[in-house]
């Protein structure tokens, strides 16, 4: 169902997989979402903007690889950068680069919030390359 008219992936489709790949990244920093989250802080991460760059099409069974990082950390906001690359079959190729931010919201006001402290270790001590 992922397959358009065309016999490439739908575009939107690609954002569904982003939203996966940070579910595993939540589960990978210790903060379970939405549990390990919202029910602890009572705030919650909403998406603010998404940029997404298509450079080729990805095709009905192929395997697909996202990585996923956080780039920024700012007092209520967090940036993700993704790329999305076929694994399978070679050639091998990067196929979506995007870049979304999120804002961390009081659920009451729903008015920016600063991030958790906490959070921000976590993400500190699990990227490779800090956050600026």
Do not use: C
């Amino acid at each position: 169902m992922e397959v358009d008219m065309q016999k490439v992936v739908f575009n939107g489709h690609y954002l569904t997989y982003i939203d996966t790949a940070v579910a595993e990244h939540w589960r990978a920093i210790g903060l379970p979402y939405p549990d390990g989250y919202v029910s602890k802080y009572g705030t919650d991460l909403f998406l603010r903007k998404s940029t997404v760059e298509y450079r080729a099409p990805a095709h009905y069974d192929e395997v697909l690889e996202i990585r996923v990082r956080v780039a920024r950390l700012g007092r209520s906001s967090m940036t993700y950068l993704f790329e999305i690359e076929r694994v399978e079959p070679a050639p091998a190729g990067m196929l979506v680069t995007a870049e979304l931010i999120y804002v961390n919201a009081d659920l009451g006001s729903m008015m920016p919030t600063p991030l958790p402290t906490e959070l921000r270790s976590l993400v500190l001590q699990y990227e490779m390359t800090a956050p600026g």
